[in-house]
């Protein structure tokens, strides 16, 4: 009978680069699972477990060889267990294998004296798109297969493998009964859905797709999934075990480091098949289908079976009769398909007379759709109960990974910096939040109260400096300065004054950027920008706006007309020329590749669209570092990368 195969997938969040830290943290974790009463037999973790996942060049630096890794966990075992029982383990590493570097996952035994190394699967395909270029610092693997272990047959699949459906089925008919998959899928997507739990769009479709593959082959397949943040990309977690009927047994939290336990019966296996013998079907098949893979991999295409027209010849090098013209008119049966009266008694209704008595309509209705989404919800509208968990886990992230437990905000009584503070509280606590006022004598009033209104609601710390006398210093030399060139001071000086009370405090400064205004260069560069942690960049403004609703941001701060409040009675909308809700749906059109005439199609003008590319088009710059010459093969940015986090 097969065996009960009991599962524990633990979603981590490595410290970067942190070889020997993060397999201290696997060592605890060993500990963790050994006093169990139910103690697990295989641990399942996710991708890169052991350095995190974005190293860019720092992974030959990181990599290690699956004897070394085997060894190291190993000896990390001994330590941590009570009695000498075996342990499996999956784990994804970056691994050095005949002199190449690779991203791998390991399956390993533990606890049977030296560990047995029973396989090893190298990522096999890459991602190059996106916020992916993983082919530009490991080689691809080109093999799939199963292999045995103590309770039966497994096969690894590395993230992007399991996007690939034919990875799938070659695990399954090469006789896996478990498919591991371990993943560093960075979250994506906040669009308001009505599924429940709530999830980011990338997540759902990852459990669509684990599901899908198990009960297409019925197998189980098992997804660990790194947890934390890595240079602003989020892990999810949320890893999940699905049953060989494409049924969830099992998930773990959104967002946290967590592990999950699960207990499956490898017997449902034989259950589901009897129930849908597909892969009994694809087995049958299989020759016939290889054959079909090789002409399409060798470019050679079937004869072409289209009949164009009467008399076309057909493959048997026979010709098709030629339809009688009579055919067009004939009766079926003793039924009329014509409108027609019959017998005199009928009146010319369109309809037919079916067996029953009952007409059918001749006309079969065209239902024409209009291409938009077929839920009719707004593509930038979003869920803020998800988005509020998924920016809080970031800011606890980002501010720990950095070594800082406080956290510093400029708030000026806009609605984005008031949403910057809230989150702040939120994920941190308000004791660790200081918020500052920075005005300077032609600021509004109302701005200078509204700031003051958002610290008295969350109970954060709160200084005011004036930075009156420095810019006027400096504007004393420069009599005829512009009032653009005076705002851009005036945001200059605000940074200085924040990085400089970020030393005082000892608190990380938050940017409070937008994307509309990121995408616009509407921003003071190395002034608005110079936060090293922001989390409304990819939020366009009317989406704060709705996250600033959700998160309970006092109405006359949301509801006031945007403004940057360097110039007296200016406004956002009146500088950039457009509304914000017909901009930010201008430039996720754009970004997500629509034409312009695809844009006017869907109702915005010729000369919104054109404003908007032109100031998108026109500030590339505002959003890149300084431009260095590159003498050497080791320029910073281009051939010596290392993430921000490194």
């Not at 560093?184 to 990852?206: F, Y």
């Not at 027209?309 to 049966?333: C, I, K």
């Not at 059109?589 to 010729?606: C, P």
Request: aromatic letters at 6%.
């Amino acid at each position: 009978m097969p065996p009960l195969v009991r599962l524990a997938l633990a979603q981590v969040k490595p410290r970067k680069a942190e070889y020997r830290a993060n397999l201290e943290r696997i060592g605890a974790l060993f500990g963790q699972l050994d006093a169990l009463e139910e103690r697990p037999q295989l641990l399942h973790l996710p991708e890169t477990a052991l350095t995190g996942y974005f190293l860019e060049g720092g992974v030959r630096e990181s990599a290690v060889s699956a004897a070394t890794l085997a060894h190291d966990l190993a000896e990390m075992y001994e330590r941590a267990v009570r009695a000498p029982r075996t342990l499996d383990v999956v784990v994804g590493f970056y691994e050095v294998w005949r002199d190449t570097l690779h991203n791998a996952a390991m399956y390993v035994t533990l606890g049977a004296g030296d560990p047995i190394v029973r396989h090893v699967h190298r990522k096999t395909f890459l991602p190059t798109y996106g916020l992916f270029d993983e082919e530009r610092f490991v080689e691809r693997g080109h093999d799939i297969r199963a292999f045995d272990t103590e309770w039966g047959r497994a096969a690894l699949l590395v993230c992007e493998d399991a996007w690939h459906s034919l990875t799938g089925t070659i695990a399954a008919l090469d006789g896996a009964q478990i498919v591991f998959v371990s993943s560093a899928a960075p979250a994506r997507g906040i669009s308001a859905r009505n599924e429940v739990p709530r999830l980011p769009g990338s997540v759902g479709r990852w459990e669509r797709l684990i599901r899908d593959m198990a009960e297409e082959h019925g197998v189980f397949v098992a997804l660990a999934n790194l947890a934390g943040s890595e240079g602003g990309k989020v892990f999810p977690g949320a890893s999940i075990v699905a049953g060989p009927w494409g049924e969830l047994r099992a998930r773990a939290p959104l967002w946290d480091e967590s592990v999950l336990t699960a207990t499956i019966d490898l017997a449902d296996i034989t259950r589901a098949r009897a129930d849908t013998p597909l892969l009994s079907d694809l087995s049958v098949e299989l020759p016939h289908l290889l054959q079909s893979l090789e002409r399409v991999s060798s470019g050679h295409h079937a004869p072409d079976h289209r009949l164009r027209g009467a008399g076309t010849a057909t493959e048997s090098g026979t010709r098709a009769p030629q339809r009688p013209e009579s055919d067009t008119h004939a009766d079926v049966g003793a039924r009329r398909v014509s409108g027609a009266p019959r017998n005199g008694s009928e009146k010319a209704t369109g309809a037919i007379a079916a067996r029953d008595g009952a007409p059918h309509e001749q006309t079969i209705p065209i239902v024409r759709a209009d291409g938009s989404r077929a839920d009719g919800t707004d593509p930038l509208e979003i869920d803020p109960a998800l988005v509020e968990r998924w920016l809080t886990s970031f800011l606890r992230d980002e501010v720990g990974r950095r070594g800082f437990e406080r956290v510093i905000v400029a708030i000026s009584g806009g609605v984005d910096s008031a949403v910057a503070a809230f989150l702040c509280a939120r994920a941190l606590g308000a004791e660790r939040v200081v918020g500052v006022r920075l005005p300077y004598r032609t600021s509004s009033a109302e701005s200078l109260d509204h700031a003051q209104l958002v610290i008295d609601a969350l109970g954060i710390q709160g200084e005011t400096i004036d930075i009156s006398p420095a810019v006027d210093a400096y504007l004393a030399t420069q009599p005829d300065a512009s009032p653009g060139r005076r705002g851009n001071v005036m945001a200059r000086m605000r940074m200085i004054a924040l990085f400089d009370l970020s030393a005082r405090f000892q608190a990380i400064p938050i940017g409070t950027g937008n994307k509309t205004e990121r995408l616009f260069g509407y921003f003071t560069w190395h002034a608005d920008d110079s936060p090293p942690i922001n989390p409304l960049g990819d939020l366009y403004k009317t989406q704060v706006w709705a996250l600033a609703r959700h998160l309970g941001v006092p109405e006359v701060i949301v509801g006031k007309p945007a403004s940057a409040d360097l110039i007296v009675g200016q406004t956002d909308e009146e500088d950039l020329g457009i509304s914000y809700p017909r901009a930010d749906h201008i430039l996720h059109g754009i970004l997500s590749g629509y034409s312009a005439a695809t844009l006017e199609a869907q109702g915005f003008s010729a000369d919104d669209i054109a404003l908007v590319r032109s100031r998108l088009e026109g500030t590339h710059w505002k959003r890149r570092l300084p431009t260095v010459a590159m003498l050497s093969g080791t320029a910073i940015g281009e051939s010596y990368l290392r993430p921000v986090d490194y």
